[in-house]
């Protein structure tokens, strides 16, 4: 069926589910058809095409291979190393299945989970597409993160092999990751796992014998191995992310298989408007979901070639993100604010020295898009800028304008409308009840979440429904935790989150996660750590440490704080670590000895605290201003 405008696709989408996904359903491949397109016997949860049988790898590798064998599927390019390579649809098939191989020759069976930490290269991405195939659940811990984040994911996944590197390179500097990785596996109680390690020659390893294994070694013995897919059930998870809540405790979000690779499939043609035989560029990590689902798997769900790309967007210049899109004829670009940010601090000639013909439309989504860095690329790249909301829970966008329906143009300012299956609604954050157009309320969406989005959080189904479903007792609503307001015409806009996390460049942070990191400090009794707002990040991290008493190294608090940033550093990773750490003597709390992050965060933005009725202090409170001013 095809509708003319999108308020007719959308309206199909949520008043006949069954219908709009089956219909869909029917791009990918199926094994075995569904009994039933949605199971919803057990709310909050909801499983799509119960029944049937698919596999992720199949439908983004093999079923290609009649018809593009030959055409390029993963396209690699390191600004750090200076390598570039194209694999085309057949050589990613063999590529596949000779880590599949080796990931099975190492124990691998369907639904082991494989936990992957690795810089942005190929092995990385076969590697994903080998759990697929096996029917495993990977489980990609961004090469950005340090020893203490990668134990504790490593404790939550407990992992029969860990795929990883010697090390990763930014900005010309090699990181070795194989140090984090054996201190995480001495800090985790998980038995040792298997290590797998992709040895680039950028760093010597130490190799712990009968358990480390090098990749060379298992590719040479596999590399001509048939892999056949592992036909799993749609409901089988296909992996597991984990993103930060307001605990200090990151959430598995775990997807499914089946719908993941039907709503994907739809986003990529109705939302991103690519086509098969195209190009697609996205600038993100695979360690965040939008590598997940933007980089990985839904180009290539889609037939497209997809550019996976190691370095930053500065390096040579500032214009190597256009030569990539120049060189390889990039059609759809995906990347974040920030990175726009940085851009637009350099010489604008860059923008346009390269030939962009073939680009089309650059979406960016993962934090707010600021009206005049959204002007300023349209502008000057004469190109549509396309905003886009969603989370890594739902795996693809909440609100976009999509491309497949040009009347619903592009606003600054809103990221859009609802996109097929979201039953979006604004609501009174006290009881649930919607709000007029315009006013502000917690963006919700009404059960069933569509394919594609969060099945449950990794072996805790309580801590899904009471985390997501259980902000309002009475109503089943999934609470995204944002803030919006909706104008008449459906564009909502986003104005924050309702709870402590923060958004860093794009990437999501848990205050509480940084605050258990400082805390475990020597030397630091109490801390609190509040988002402040950064006209390049978007927001940073800033600290405020109550020191033990007699603890001051002989440096003073330059040395503490320097000490501090290091173990963080150490813990966490860099991404985590507070742009400044300021030291006071006691923090402003209410008398049950809650910590008031919000009234923190308002003075450091310099806006009004608010209600302070019941700080238990007010000196407390008034130390925040005076330590920024002294610093
Ligand atoms: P993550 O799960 O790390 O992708 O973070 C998701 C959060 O990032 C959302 O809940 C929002 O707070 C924020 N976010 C993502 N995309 C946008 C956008 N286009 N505009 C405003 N905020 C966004």
């Known amino acids: 069926m095809h509708d003319t405008n999108y308020a007719e696709f959308y309206r199909r989408s949520v008043e006949a589910p069954e219908q709009f996904w089956a219909d869909q359903a029917r791009a990918i491949d199926w094994h075995r058809p569904w009994d039933q397109v949605l199971d919803g016997s057990r709310k909050p949860f909801a499983r799509w095409f119960v029944g049937g049988m698919t596999n ?72 994903m597409l080998a759990c697929a195939r096996l029917g495993a659940v990977h489980s990609v811990v961004f090469g950005g993160f340090a020893s203490v984040s990668l134990a504790a994911r490593i404790d939550d996944a407990r992992p029969r092999v860990i795929v990883s590197a010697d090390a990763g390179s930014r900005a010309g500097k090699v990181i070795p990751y194989k140090p984090l990785l054996d201190e995480a596996l001495r800090l985790s109680t998980h038995p040792a796992a298997q290590v797998l390690i992709v040895d680039r020659g950028l760093a010597p390893w130490d190799r712990v014998a009968g358990r480390d294994r090098s990749y060379a070694e298992l590719r040479a013995t596999h590399a001509n191995d048939a892999v056949d897919c592992v036909w799993v059930d749609s409901t089988h998870p ?19 298989t089946g719908g993941y690779a039907v709503a994907l499939r739809m986003s990529m043609e109705v939302i991103f408007g690519g086509r098969p035989g195209e190009t697609y560029f996205s600038t993100s990590d695979i360690g965040w979901v939008v590598g997940h689902s933007y980089i990985v798997y839904a180009p290539l769900l889609t037939g497209m070639a997809t550019v996976l790309y190691e370095g930053t967007p500065i390096r040579p210049d500032a214009a190597v993100l256009w030569r990539i899109v120049e060189q390889y004829r990039v059609n759809l670009m995906f990347s974040a604010p920030t990175a726009m940010r940085v851009l637009r601090r350099h010489d604008p000639a860059l923008l346009t020295r390269h030939d962009l013909s073939s680009l089309r439309a650059i979406f960016l989504a993962g934090e707010p898009l600021d009206e005049p860095t959204g002007r300023w690329v349209a502008e000057s790249m004469n190109k549509p800028v396309i905003d886009n909301y969603w989370q890594t829970e739902t795996g693809w966008p909440i609100l976009a304008t999509p491309a497949q329906f040009p009347e619903t143009r592009a606003r600054f300012g809103s990221p859009g409308v609802a996109m097929p299956g979201y039953q979006v609604c604004l ?45 309002y007792p009475n109503l089943q609503v999934y609470s995204t935790f944002d803030w919006g307001r909706q104008d008449a015409d459906g564009y909502i806009y986003i104005l924050g989150r309702t709870d402590d996390v923060i958004n860093v460049a794009g990437h999501r942070l848990g205050t509480r996660e940084i605050e258990e990191s400082v805390s ?85 933005e310099g806006r009004d605290p608010g209600d302070l009725t019941t700080l238990e202090d007010p000196i407390a409170l008034d130390q925040i201003p005076a330590a920024i001013a002294g610093a």
């Open 238 to 256: 296909s992996y597991i992310l984990y993103t930060s809540g307001t605990t200090g405790r990151p959430k598995g979000v775990q997807r499914d």
């Open 520 to 604: 475990s400090h020597a030397a630091v009794a109490e801390v609190a750590v509040v988002g402040v707002h950064d006209a390049l990040k978007g927001q940073v991290a800033w600290a405020f440490v109550v020191p033990k008493p007699g603890q001051l190294p002989s440096g003073g608090n330059d040395a503490l704080e320097q000490s501090i940033a290091a173990h963080v550093d150490a813990q966490l990773g860099a991404v985590a670590r507070p742009q400044r750490i300021y030291f006071v003597s006691a923090l402003p709390k209410t008398r049950s000895g809650k910590l008031l992050r919000r009234a923190i965060q308002a003075v450091c």
């Open 56 to 127: 992720l790898c199949h439908n983004a590798v093999d079923r290609h291979l009649p018809e593009r064998a030959g055409q390029p599927a993963l396209i690699y390019v390191s600004s750090e190393t200076g390598e570039e390579r194209t694999y085309s649809y057949a050589e990613l098939h063999r590529e596949v299945q000779t880590m599949a191989a080796s990931l099975r020759a190492l124990g691998v069976e369907a639904g082991d989970r494989v936990l992957i930490y690795m810089p942005m290269i190929p092995e990385a991405v076969f590697a």
């Open 427 to 471: 609501r009174n954050e006290h009881d649930g009840a919607p709000v007029a157009a315009g006013e502000k309320g917690v963006l919700a969406i009404d059960w069933p979440l569509p394919p594609g989005c969060l099945q449950t959080v990794w072996g805790d189904d309580a801590r899904f429904v009471n985390t997501y479903w259980g902000t």
